[in-house]
C-alpha cells in the first residue's frame, strides 16, 4: 500500500478556500472515500484525485 496522505472535509474546505456546505453539496461528483455505512462515517479525500478532478474546471488562458 502506498504512503497516501489522505484529508478530512474540514482540511479539503480550507486548503480550496470553499465552505464545508458547499463540499457537501458536490459529495455526488468529488472522489472520495467514506469509511463505514452510516449517515455520520468519516470521509476522506485523495489530494492526487482532488487535484485531477479539479483539472477539467480549468479555464485555459481565459479563453472560455
Same mark, same amino acid.
Given at each position: 500500500?502506498?504512503?497516501?496522505?489522505? $484529508?478530512?472535509?474540514?482540511? @479539503?474546505?480550507?486548503?480550496?478556500?470553499?465552505?464545508?456546505?458547499?463540499?457537501?453539496? *458536490?459529495?455526488?461528483? $468529488?472522489?472520495?472515500?467514506? @469509511?463505514?455505512?452510516?449517515?455520520?462515517?468519516?470521509?476522506?479525500?485523495?489530494?492526487? *484525485?482532488?487535484?485531477?478532478?479539479l483539472k477539467q474546471f480549468e479555464v485555459n488562458g481565459?479563453?472560455?
Amino acid at each position: 500500500m502506498e504512503n497516501t496522505n489522505y $484529508i478530512s472535509k474540514a482540511e @479539503l474546505s480550507q486548503s480550496l478556500g470553499i465552505s464545508l456546505s458547499t463540499i457537501n453539496r *458536490k459529495m455526488h461528483e $468529488i472522489p472520495h472515500f467514506k @469509511l463505514g455505512d452510516a449517515r455520520k462515517s468519516r470521509v476522506m479525500f485523495d489530494p492526487e *484525485k482532488i487535484k485531477d478532478y479539479l483539472k477539467q474546471f480549468e479555464v485555459n488562458g481565459g479563453t472560455d
